[in-house]
């Protein structure tokens, strides 16, 4: 497998891992508030495993697993692992388009360090 091709692969996990953080989201948006007793929780989570927006996050995380192996062929660790810090400024960016969560100052600066450190981390001489 190529470099670019290993890459490719992380930025394909990195999508799915976005997607599937927002679909745990959304799907948690429309649930009850989390019973008190046991058994309630029980079926809460029963519920929320089975709705179909879970169940596309699990096969997406399956995927990703999957993704992840083959890239690890090509890439050496300290270069891909980085590279999975590129979904904390997409959930960010999804959570607030999809469910109007807030950004503010601090989470652009946040965001701007967490990007900086991996284009430093992958930049090479």
């Not at 519920?47 to 169940?55: D, E, G, Q």
């Not at 083959?70 to 999975?84: C, Q």
Request: glycine content about 8%.
């Amino acid at each position: 497998m190529t470099r670019s091709s290993a890459i490719g692969l992380v930025l394909l996990a990195v999508l799915l891992t976005v997607f599937a953080q927002l679909a745990f989201r959304a799907q948690v948006g429309t649930m009850p508030a989390l019973p008190a007793d046991l058994g309630g929780r029980l079926v809460f989570v029963l519920k929320v495993l089975t709705s179909p927006l879970v169940i596309a996050a699990l096969v997406a995380a399956g995927i990703v697993a999957v993704c992840w192996t083959m890239a690890l062929t090509a890439l050496p660790l300290s270069v891909a692992y980085p590279m999975l810090s590129l979904t904390f400024p997409l959930v960010v960016v999804g959570a607030h388009y999809f469910f109007g969560e807030l950004v503010d100052w601090r989470t652009f600066a946040g965001l701007f360090l967490i990007l900086a450190g991996i284009t430093v981390m992958n930049v090479r001489g």
